[in-house]
Structure formats: C-alpha cells, structure tokens
Nanobody, 119 residues
Framework: QVQLVESGGGLVQAGGSLRLSCAAS????????MGWYRQAPGKQQELVAS???????NYADSVKGRFTISRVIAKNTVYLQMNSLKPEDTAVYYC?????????????WGQGTQVTVSS
C-alpha cells in the first residue's frame, strides 16, 4: 500500500514561509489528484490546494496568491510552498492522494504535519 508522509511543518511568524513536503512510497503519478488539506481547531477540514495528474492546480480562495502546490515526479513528492503566512493558516496539514482501483475510489492520507503561525 502506498504511504504518504508529510514533513516541513513548524512554527513560523506571520508573514513568514514554510514548504511542506509529501513524500509517497510509490509514484505520485499513480494518483489522479493529490492535494493538501488542513484542519484547524474548531474548523472544518478544507481543501487547500490540489494538483491533478496532468498538472492543473486548484487553490482555496483563502490561499490564492500565497500558496503554491507543485510536484517532482521523479522524487515521488508533492510540495506546498506557503508564503505570507497568517495566523489563520495554523492547522494540521494533510496530504491526500486520490485514484481509482477496481473501479472504486481510493483515497490515501498522510498523518499530517503541524503548521503554527504566530501573530
């Protein structure tokens, strides 16, 4: 089974930057879509950014212009570059991969990495 491992989280001051990494044990190209989600205390989980197999990206309105999702297929890794961080970006960030297996949707999640942005 493919595993996803997030890293790169930490504590940063508002206005700072972090780059999150999502390393897969297999080819990330096996996924139709990979994305970053976040869960903040007291809030619903939300999709932050996603990238489909062909390379198109999508972002939540709250992070447009600040975050960039990218990938290096040869490294089996998806990245989330986060700039101009705000305290409201504080959350656990999860990497997710989606694909089809036996005509059924298959989803795999990483364990998450904590991002804390201080004011």
């Amino acid at each position: 089974q493919v595993q996803l491992v997030e890293s790169g989280g930490g504590l940063v001051q508002a206005g700072g930057s972090l780059r999150l990494s999502c390393a897969a044990s297999g080819s990330i190209f096996s996924f139709n879509t990979m994305g970053w989600y976040r869960q903040a205390p007291g809030k619903q989980q939300e999709l932050v950014a996603s990238i489909i197999r062909g390379g198109s990206t999508n972002y939540a309105d709250s992070v447009k212009g600040r975050f960039t999702i990218s990938r290096v297929i040869a490294k089996n890794t998806v990245y989330l570059q986060m700039n101009s961080l705000k305290p409201e970006d504080t959350a656990v960030y999860y990497c997710k991969g989606d694909r089809w297996e036996n005509d059924m949707p298959y989803v795999i999640w990483g364990q998450g990495t904590q991002v804390t942005v201080s004011s």
